[in-house]
T-cell receptor, first 113, second 117 residues
Framework: SQQGEEDPQALSIQEGENATMNCSYK?????LQWYRQNSGRGLVHLIL?????REKHSGRLRVTLDTSKKSSSLLITASRAADTASYFC?????????????FGKGTHLIIQP | GAVVSQHPSRVICKSGTSVKIECRSL??????MFWYRQFPKQSLMLMAT?????????EQGVEKDKFLINHASLTLSTLTVTSAHPEDSSFYIC?????????????FGSGTRLTVV
């Protein structure tokens, strides 16, 4: 399965600042999801946005989706040291959940106290 | 919320031996589970889709005879790495989707760090 691209690959910001990560993908999708992974651990589902949605909020998270550009962004506002982790976007293809997820390459986010 | 339990979390084995990794959905039934592999500082790559009661579907380039998958019940899938070699050392993660879950996100196990020496 093809992988999407995420940028930046690494991002270091000061605590309290906003962090923006971008993701692009190549195929038609049902939905796009963002996950967080702390070093050497499993993935934590953050937010899901469906193909017919353009923006979604959850707490300090804001996700946008532009299906015409096949891209998405994740904004974390008022970052905290605990937000330090790798963030991955993942797409579920238009064939439904039977094919699993295709992951982007990830953004490693470091929040400096 | 949906919980997926994966174990062992860490295993070290000798070359040539086999290792079994278990993935259980604790509070929901999963007709389909997925197995991913992640090399250091890289993303997750789907290895195979595990289907309850039928054969697994493997991604291109993944040897089905080396990575044996069994999905004998709606709550358990196992991945057995047979005749392991050092290049099989990786982080293996399973996931399942709670079909009835509100947000239809996938739940991931905590992963298994396999080191083959």
């Amino acid at each position: 399965s093809q992988q999407g691209e995420e940028d930046p690959q690494a991002l270091s910001i000061q605590e309290g600042e906003n962090a923006t990560m971008n993701c692009s993908y190549k195929t038609s999708i049902n939905n796009l999801q963002w996950y967080r992974q702390n070093s050497g651990r499993g993935l934590v589902h953050l937010i899901l946005i469906r193909s017919n949605e353009r923006e979604k909020h959850s707490g300090r998270l804001r996700v946008t989706l532009d299906t015409s550009k096949k891209s998405s962004s994740l904004l974390i506002t008022a970052s905290r040291a605990a937000d330090t982790a790798s963030y991955f976007c993942a797409t579920e293809g238009s064939g439904g959940g039977a094919d699993g997820l295709t992951f982007g390459k990830g953004t490693h986010l470091i929040i400096q106290p | 919320g949906a919980v997926v339990s994966q174990h062992p979390s860490r295993v070290i084995c000798k070359s040539g031996t086999s290792v079994k990794i278990e993935c259980r959905s604790l509070d929901f039934q999963a007709t389909t589970m997925f197995w991913y592999r992640q090399f250091p500082k890289q993303s997750l790559m789907l290895m195979a889709t595990s289907n309850e009661g039928s054969k697994a579907t493997y991604e291109q380039g993944v040897e089905k005879d080396k990575f044996l998958i069994n999905h004998a019940s709606l709550t358990l899938s196992t991945l057995t790495v047979t005749s392991a070699h050092p290049e099989d050392s990786s982080f293996y993660i399973c996931s399942a989707r709670d079909e009835e879950g509100f947000n239809y996100g996938y739940t991931f196990g905590s992963g298994t760090r396999l080191t083959v020496v």
